[in-house]
């Protein structure tokens, strides 16, 4: 069964640290990871990772994927409040069709 | 203007109704999508609509029937409503390209809350 990990499932931090989210993924043909940023309501795209190694950047937040240990890394520099979110992983199965969600982590930033 | 929505954003209701959720999308997507994120914030897949057509059911129990009357809209509707499906249900769509494609990226509606007393 296809399946997604993250860790930690919750995370609080205080403004201007960094912090690191993973996801771990068990999937048949493997072609994509997506990170997604859920505030109060729906799931906004962050990045879509196909090679390993190959880091996506935007502002303060960046990603990196690993085929061989199938994991990636989400990584969020200089935190602020609004940083505070569900961070959503998922891959996309069957076809690219449907998305395989990880549980999310919750990360709250205090002032 | 709203890329996908959904009506109504929030739902309370007695165990035993029926009840609908109703979704649009302006983008011109042929896929269309019904997710269900549980109190933990866990998001999973129900159903997915390819230009009014089913391609992809879940273990959802048949208390749920999806329907599309057009690319543009997928409705949800569900019968004799029980505690566990309080939830939030998010509708999505994408662009619907080859499989080959890595991914066709899915704008979400911004989600129903559903109660069930």
């Known amino acids: 069964e296809d399946k997604v990990v993250q860790s930690p499932l919750s995370l609080v931090v205080h403004e201007g640290d960094t912090v690191t989210l993973n996801c771990s993924y068990e999937v048949t043909n493997f072609r994509s990871l997506l990170w997604y940023k859920q505030e109060k309501k729906a799931p906004t795209f962050l990045f879509m990772l196909t090679s390993s190694g190959i880091e996506k950047k935007s502002g303060r937040l960046s990603s990196i994927l690993d085929k061989k240990e199938l994991f990636s890394i989400l990584n969020i520099t200089a935190t602020q409040t609004g940083d505070s979110a569900v961070y959503l992983c998922a891959v996309p199965v069957q076809g690219a069709q449907k998305l395989v969600f990880g549980q999310g982590t919750r990360l709250t930033i205090n002032p | 203007d709203t890329a996908v929505s959904q009506t109504p954003k929030y739902l309370v209701t007695q165990m035993g109704n029926d009840k609908s959720i109703k979704c649009e999308q302006n983008?011109?997507?042929?896929?269309m999508y019904w997710y269900k994120q549980d109190s933990k914030k866990f998001l999973k897949i129900m159903f997915s609509?390819?230009?009014?057509?089913?391609?992809i059911n879940e273990t959802v129990p048949n208390r749920f029937s999806p329907k599309s009357p057009d690319k543009a809209h997928l409705n949800l509707h569900i019968n004799s409503l029980e505690l566990g499906d309080s939830a939030v249900y998010f509708c999505a769509s994408s662009q619907n390209r080859d499989s080959l494609s890595s991914y066709n990226e899915q704008f979400f509606g911004p989600g129903t809350r559903l109660t069930v007393l």
């Open positions: 983008l011109g997507h042929d896929t």
């Open positions: 609509y390819n230009n009014k057509e089913l391609i």
